[in-house]
């Protein structure tokens, strides 16, 4: 026998030998996060989005429309939600979106202590960085500022240039 033939059978061996050790290895149970990806992946109820939310394409029409120097490019659509960016000169200056609120419930409650309004729907401040309004008591309308040189008063102008009007008949 030939010095490669037997180094050839030698390694056959050894590697039968290694996959008969590691298959019979006992199994390792599922950790605790297994155990939660696999009970969430397989729950149907307490979904993020109720069956009845608007589809995010419907509100894509109801965005205001770039000019002034202003560029909006949508960003994301889904059902419940949709978002565009607002750029000028090329930087994003701020993001505005709306949500369709029939999925969180307590997000359109806290606009029934706003003493605020912006053309004519309750509003409220986020932070020191967005402004939003509820609009047919189901629809938030916001706008988040990504640029200091976008202020609230910026906010505010923008929110008034969707059309709110057919939002609210939606």
């Known amino acids: 026998m030939t010095m490669s033939r037997v180094k050839a059978i030698l390694a056959t061996m050894l590697l039968s030998i290694v996959l008969l050790v590691t298959s019979c290895a006992p199994q390792k149970a599922p950790s605790r996060f297994d155990q939660a990806q696999q009970a969430s992946s397989q729950a149907r109820s307490g979904q993020a989005v109720t069956k009845n939310a608007t589809q995010g394409s419907q509100f894509n029409k109801f965005f205001p429309p770039s000019g002034g120097g202003y560029?909006?490019?949508?960003?994301?659509?889904?059902?419940?939600?949709?978002?565009?960016?607002?750029?000028?000169?090329?930087?994003?200056?701020?993001?505005?979106?709306?949500?369709?609120?029939?999925?969180?419930?307590?997000?359109?409650?806290?606009?029934?202590?706003?003493?605020?309004?912006?053309?004519?729907?309750?509003?409220r401040e986020i932070g020191s960085t967005q402004t939003a309004i509820l609009v047919g008591n189901r629809y938030q309308v916001k706008i988040q500022s990504r640029d200091p040189s976008f202020t609230a008063s910026d906010r505010k102008a923008w929110l008034a240039k969707f059309n709110l009007s057919g939002l609210s008949r939606l």
């Open 71 to 123: 560029q909006r490019v949508y960003t994301q659509e889904k059902k419940g939600f949709a978002q565009a960016k607002l750029k000028k000169g090329g930087t994003e200056v701020a993001v505005l979106s709306i949500s369709d609120t029939s999925s969180t419930p307590t997000t359109a409650a806290k606009y029934k202590q706003s003493g605020q309004t912006i053309a004519g729907y309750p509003a």
